[in-house]
C-alpha cells in the first residue's frame, strides 16, 4: 500500500513516516505544503497513492491550503482516498470533501489519536475505500444541521448506530459498544438503508453512502 503524506511539522512527517513504514506500508512521498501535495498526487496516473493523509493548515497561510490541495486532486483524481488528519475541523471544506461522494474519507484529530495500531487501521480503512471519522469531527459537522429530510427519518438508535458507522465501527464493534446482538445492529443497518434510499448492492459500499449522507446533507 502506498501512502503520500503532508504535514509541515518536520518531525510529526518523519513520525508519520516511520509509523506507517514499520507496519508494513510504503511512503511514496512527503511533503510540507499544498502545491506539492497536489503535484506529487496528481503527476504520474500510473503513480496515484492508494491513500493521502493530510494535514488541514500547510505552508504559506497555514489555513486549509492541505484540505483545498486534496480536493483540487480528487476532482482530478476522482475516488482519491483520503485521510484528514488535524489539530482542526475546518467545516465547510471538509463537508465539501464529504460531498464527493467516491472513494474512502477519513478525518482524525491529532490529539485524540492515541494508538499507533488505531491510527494505522484508519489508514487502511480509508485506502479501502471505507470511513474513519472522530466523534469530536461528526459533532462538529453536525452542530448546525437542521434534522430535515431524509435523515429525520431515522429513530434515535438509528442515529447512533449510523453515527458509530461513521467513526468505521463494524456491526460487531457497534453491538458491542450499544450492548446489543449483531442481529439487531444488522436490523438497524437494514433499516437505515432503506430509509435513506440505498439499494441493494455491496454491503460495504452502503455504509459509505450512508455516512456521506449523515455528515454531507
Known sequence: MRVVIAEDLFLLRDGLTRLLEAHGLEVSAAVDNGKDLLEVLTADPSGVPDVAVV???LPPTFTDEGLRAALAARREVPGLPVLVLSQYVEQLYARELLACGDGGIGYLLKDR?????QFV???RRVAAGGTAMDPEVIARLLARNSGDGALAALSPREREVLGLMAEGRSNAAIAQRLFVSERA????TASIFLKLGLQPSDDDNRRVLAVLAYLGR
Do not use: E, T
Request: aromatic residues 6%.
Open 121 to 123: 487501521d484508519a489508514v
Open 113 to 117: 489519536v492515541f494508538d499507533s495500531a
Open 55 to 57: 494535514d488541514v493548515r
Open 185 to 188: 445492529v444488522a436490523k438497524h
